[in-house]
């Protein structure tokens, strides 16, 4: 019998978006903390649609 685990789930779904055209990107290079600019420009809108729905 074939076991079925997290990471047999995690690779058919990632395949099928692959397939879909999408793309993975490495985890420590969208961090918070990076250097990318569009991530940097990601959390600025974030954080201003934030303040936005929570100011009185």
Known sequence: ???ITE???EE???ELLEK???E???APDIAPD???EYI????????QQISQETSF
């Open 40 to 47: 940097k420009a990601f959390i600025d809108v974030s954080k």
């Open 12 to 14: 058919f779904c990632i």
């Open 20 to 22: 879909q055209g999408y």
């Open 24 to 26: 993975t990107i490495y």
């Open 7 to 9: 990471n047999v789930i």
């Open 34 to 36: 990076s250097d990318v």
């Open 1 to 3: 019998m074939t076991r």
